[in-house]
């Protein structure tokens, strides 16, 4: 144990590099997640067939191959194909905005449908233009339901950055797994691993509950602050939906 | 009421009537759904400033003619007309129809507002928020100019004090009073009034329904309602139509109606429900 700690803290700067590319991969994945959720979700919905269609193969290409294949094939074998070498960082946040941003699609879609239809309604009687309808009524209203939804996915995020281990980028698992054949210590150098991605877990829990209590008060809803520190769990999920079932019955 | 918010509208700005003088025609309408026929070839017309009821037994598609008008339905045959212009069609190559574009129907759904069972207030947006979103984002109103009017709705429906809250935090007929506040706010020719008080607590009706015939005798605003309070459409009506199975079986003035009915189905149907 002594040995792993005092490499430990005489490395410090290598952890905080390690942290930074962990959290670099997580913040731009998920923002590039979240806009192609938001991209594949509206076109899920579109009238179109073809632009359905589209969306549909994208999403169902990305959710059914392996994020651990995407990411060799963007490391490895996409150089051969077009002699363009992508850093593996970038190759990371493709990866992982594609994939969760195919699964985020479902989310937004599903939110989005799950909005009364009385709303629509409502917005077309008051002569609202298709996108005043869509910015001002329906999407304040889904979001609220999209940020549960999202918090898991933000979590899953984070906890597959260790896959750039793979593609030899010098994340966290990296840092902490060069620690650990320094030093020989692994107990304690996958303890320290755990500890630290809860923390990171914990901490994107408390943000995205901040956010939902932030959207659910402007829906008029309430939240106690204790709900803050809790994690994600069926029992706020259910809760959810009978707000939302007792909503729209007025 | 101290002040009148809805202000008769000037005769001079007026759309010119249809040469027969009707606002609302309906002309051999009819609306499908897959093989189900919920309305058969139906025709009627409404005349400016006339308070009409729809009445009739569930299912006969009262609430489908409503629903058509605003268009949130789209027709399956037929033609409707509001103030002489086609309400879901615009005209063609070679002076035919075709199905109206959006901006065509989002110009001819000015003259016209809903109220529905559900209320469908916004729950992202106050009672105020939710009176004055469309004057100023759908009719470029001035915000200073929509609260002001949005407080004198308030007033006539007797919420002043609930300008701020969130529509949770009402009950249903107060939830009702603001969605008819907020649909009064456009400014609307012809208001749709859709079954309005079924969601109601009974004790809630009155007080919504107090709130309409007083509209309706302040105002000219065309009312047609869908309702199952026949005394309250004996009141506001000028013209009742009976519906049954899509079609209008029997209409006239509510002393003739609900007096001395030609129609046995009519009989039928006000003695199951009077």
Redesign the interface.
């Given at each position: 144990m002594g040995d792993f700690y005092s490499y430990f803290f005489d490395h410090l700067p290598n952890v905080w590099s390690g942290l930074w590319v962990t959290i670099e991969a997580t913040v731009l994945g998920a923002i590039v997640a979240l806009a192609l959720s938001f991209a594949f979700g509206f076109m899920a919905n579109s009238r179109h067939v073809l632009v359905r269609g589209v969306s549909r193969v994208i999403v169902e290409f990305f959710r059914g191959t392996s994020l651990y294949v995407q990411l060799f094939w963007l490391y490895y074998a996409f150089p051969l194909l077009f002699s363009y070498e992508l850093t593996p960082l970038f190759c990371g946040v493709v990866a992982f905005g594609m994939n969760y941003g195919a699964y985020g699609s479902e989310v937004v879609r599903g939110a989005l449908n799950a909005v009364?239809k009385?709303?629509w309604?409502?917005?077309?009687?008051?002569?609202?233009?298709?996108a005043?309808r869509m910015r001002?009524?329906i999407l304040?209203?889904a979001w609220v339901q999209m940020i549960p939804p999202f918090t898991n996915l933000l979590i899953q995020l984070l906890k597959a950055t260790p896959l750039l281990w793979l593609i030899t980028a010098a994340d966290l698992t990296t840092v902490i797994q060069q620690m650990r054949d320094r030093t020989g210590e692994t107990t304690w150098a996958y303890l320290t691993l755990l500890v630290m991605y809860f923390i990171l877990a914990y901490a994107l829990t408390l943000l995205m509950n901040l956010l939902e209590r932030h959207a659910k008060t402007?829906?008029?809803?309430h939240t106690s602050a204790r709900s803050l520190l809790r994690s994600r769990s069926a029992e706020s999920a259910e809760k959810a939906e009978v707000a939302q079932a007792t909503?729209?019955?007025? | 009421m101290a002040t009148d918010p809805l202000q008769k509208t000037n005769p001079e700005d007026r759309a010119p009537e249809t040469a027969a003088g009707h606002l609302v025609v309906f002309d051999q309408v009819v609306k499908r759904y897959g093989d189900h026929v919920v309305l058969d070839h139906l025709d009627f017309t409404v005349e400016r400033g006339q308070h009409v009821t729809l009445i009739g037994p569930s299912g006969s598609g009262k609430t489908t003619i409503l629903r058509l008008l605003m268009t949130l339905e789209r027709i399956s045959g037929g033609l409707i007309m509001v103030s002489g212009k086609p309400l879901s069609h615009m005209a063609g190559p070679g002076g035919s129809l075709k199905p109206a574009s959006e901006k065509y129907q989002r110009e001819i759904r000015k003259k016209i507002g809903m109220v529905f069972q559900q209320f469908n207030l916004f729950p992202n947006m106050n009672v105020l928020q939710n009176i004055t979103e469309s004057p100023v984002n759908v009719l470029g109103m001035d915000r200073a100019e929509a609260e002001e009017r949005a407080e004198e709705l308030l007033d006539m429906v007797g919420l002043r004090e609930k300008i701020t809250a969130h529509p949770t935090q009402l009950s249903g007929g107060q939830q009702q009073r603001v969605a008819i506040a907020r649909a009064l706010a456009m400014r609307p020719e012809i208001l749709l009034l859709d079954e309005v008080t079924s969601a109601l607590d009974p004790e809630l009706v009155a007080g919504v329904l107090d709130l309409l015939r007083e509209i309706a005798r302040t105002t000219d605003i065309t009312m047609l309602c869908v309702t199952h309070e026949m005394n309250f459409a004996r009141d506001i009506s000028d013209q009742v139509l009976m519906f049954d199975s899509g079609r209008v079986i029997e209409s006239g003035p509510p002393e003739k109606l609900f007096g001395d009915p030609d129609h046995e189905r009519t009989r039928e149907f006000l003695s199951a429900v009077l």
């Open positions: 009364p009385g709303q309604e409502a917005a077309v009687a008051l002569n609202m233009t298709p005043q001002r009524v304040p209203q402007r829906l008029g809803q909503g729209g019955g007025g | -």
